[in-house]
């Protein structure tokens, strides 16, 4: 499954170059990361015992700045899904024209099944682990799956024993108490929003009140929902991985975070109707389409079954490039994730700068700088599309790379080396 990622991401990226003009070096060296580190964690569980958990930090390329992107907790990390992820963070980072490159990381681990203090341990041992090849002018981590501002704040705690100072730039997604910034904990969601918002005419028209399905009820899933249901979106159907939930007049999503707060799932839901498996979601006749939990989600065994006029990719990699091409030709237009989920790294962006500058900004601000970088990168991809007569996810990887390009050979290449220099 991973692998297959990886060789998808492959195929995206010669499927770009072939629209872009970008030089065969470039090209080069975005085909392999630039160091991946596999690492072993120890942790002494509350019973006792002894177990080793798997780690990985993968660091895709730096040319444009410090790596940067989350480490997740799930059982199926391997090291070709962590590699996968940061070519896709080191194009998230190139689209916003961010000053980073692209990193991940992750553990294989079912975080369900650990208490808090073996979840707290795991998380320092991991720092631990990988604290020579991360840092604030290196390659910042930062929250994805099943990882949250609790997880960041132990981790940049235990990076400042390690370093015997406090270092508040080394991760993002940090509480605030310990300099994490006002609007990251939503700033996936409402960067989602946003790109949403912009592109509305041409995903929904003018439908009045445009329907929607969220596969994915985390952090970022939920809170799109009620993003959208308070700006006049019918939120028809949400899912987890243990249930969907559907009410074809619009579903009370408040209702429904408050179950999943209690009971840990959307199972038994108080509202709406539970459909009879999670992914029958996934083919709802619904103006938005929304896959907010992992990679994978509509391949080709099931996007020739999509029902919706649009897909927005909040999840990373929710689509395959096997389904892309079924999508196309049913006509459903797909919104990229390395665009629609990219209000995560930017506000991590702001987080970082905030810390370096010793500041916090006031909550408008961000929210108000988000909108702005959002807006404007989300424009130029549409722009392009429209230009070049290609589908918004070959136009969001046209712009991304031609800005990797541009800096790769600005560090050299090998026509200025021919020409003799000077
Ligand atoms: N994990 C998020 C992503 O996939 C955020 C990364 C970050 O803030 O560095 O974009």
Redesign the pocket.
């Known amino acids: 499954m991973s692998d297959d990622l990886l060789s998808d991401a492959g195929r995206r990226l010669e499927a770009a170059c072939a629209l872009s003009h970008v030089s065969d070096e470039a090209l080069a060296r975005l085909r392999q990361p630039a160091a991946s580190l596999k690492v072993s964690i120890p942790v002494r569980m509350d019973d006792g015992s002894l177990r080793i958990f798997a780690g990985y930090r993968v660091r895709y390329d730096s040319t444009r700045g410090p790596a940067?992107?989350?480490i997740?907790y799930h059982p199926r990390v391997d090291v070709d899904e962590i590699t996968t992820?940061a070519f896709?963070?080191t194009f998230?980072t190139a689209l916003m024209d961010l000053p980073?490159g692209g990193g991940?990381g992750g553990v294989t681990v079912d975080p369900k099944g650990l208490s808090m203090a073996e979840l707290e341990r795991l998380s320092r041992g991991y720092v631990a682990a990988v604290a020579d090849s991360i840092g604030p002018d290196v390659d910042?981590?930062?929250?994805?799956?099943a990882t949250n501002e609790l997880v960041m704040g132990w981790m940049a705690d235990e990076y400042g024993k390690i370093r015997r100072q406090a270092v508040p730039t080394v991760i993002?997604?940090k509480p605030l108490a310990l300099g994490g910034s006002h609007g990251r904990a939503t700033a996936?969601s409402d960067g989602a929003f946003h790109v949403i918002d912009t592109l509305r005419s041409s995903l929904v028209g003018d439908r009045e009140e445009p329907s929607v399905a969220i596969q994915g009820f985390g952090n970022a899933g939920a809170n799109l929902a009620s993003s959208l249901s308070d700006q006049g979106y019918r939120v028809v159907a949400v899912s987890d991985s243990s249930a969907a939930v559907h009410d074809a007049d619009g579903l009370e999503v408040s209702a429904l975070r408050d179950h999943k707060d209690e009971t840990g799932s959307l199972a038994d839901p108080p509202v709406g109707r539970e459909l009879s498996q999670p992914d029958d979601l996934l083919e709802l006749e619904v103006d938005l389409l929304i896959p907010a939990a992992l990679e994978g989600a509509i391949h080709d065994g099931n996007a020739g079954h999509v029902q919706a006029g649009a897909v927005v990719e909040v999840a990373?990699g929710p689509v395959t490039s096997a389904a892309d091409e079924i999508l196309d030709e049913l006509g459903v237009v797909v919104v990229p994730d390395i665009l629609a989920?990219?209000g995560?790294?930017t506000?991590?962006w702001f987080e970082w700068i905030q810390n370096r500058q010793g500041d916090r900004w006031e909550a408008e601000v961000v929210a108000k700088r988000l909108r702005k970088r959002m807006v404007r990168e989300t424009r130029a991809v549409a722009r392009v599309a429209e230009e070049r007569d290609v589908p918004l996810r070959s136009a969001a990887y046209v712009v991304a790379l031609e800005r990797l390009g541009a800096a790769m050979d600005a560090t050299g290449t090998s026509a200025i080396f021919s020409d003799g220099g000077g």
Request: aromatic letters at 8%; charged letters at 20%.
């Open positions: 940067k992107g989350g997740r992820l896709w963070m998230k980073f991940k910042i981590p930062a929250p994805d799956v993002t997604g996936t990373n989920n990219a995560g790294v506000a991590s």
